[in-house]
């Protein structure tokens, strides 16, 4: 309902700038700009040995260096 409200009055936000230009063009007029910075899903891979490839180890540095879990 609110997509297509937005798109009828058009009002919809950009989704992707390919150049600076379009960007300026977009911002025309505004004092403020947001960026939604959401993170995008990473799928964990099923098998051991890969998951551990792209662990980044970040919990069991905390873990070593404070002796607890993290907060």
Do not use: C, N
Request: hydrophobic share 35%.
């Amino acid at each position: 309902m609110l997509y297509d409200t937005l798109v009828h009055l058009e009002l919809m936000p950009y989704r992707e700038l390919a150049t600076p230009e379009a960007l300026q063009a977009a911002l025309q007029g505004g004092e403020r700009l947001l960026i939604e910075a959401t993170e995008r899903a990473y799928h964990r891979a099923q098998d051991d040995a890969k998951q551990r490839e792209h662990d980044s180890g970040k919990k069991t540095a905390y873990v070593e260096e404070h002796g607890h879990g993290a907060p």
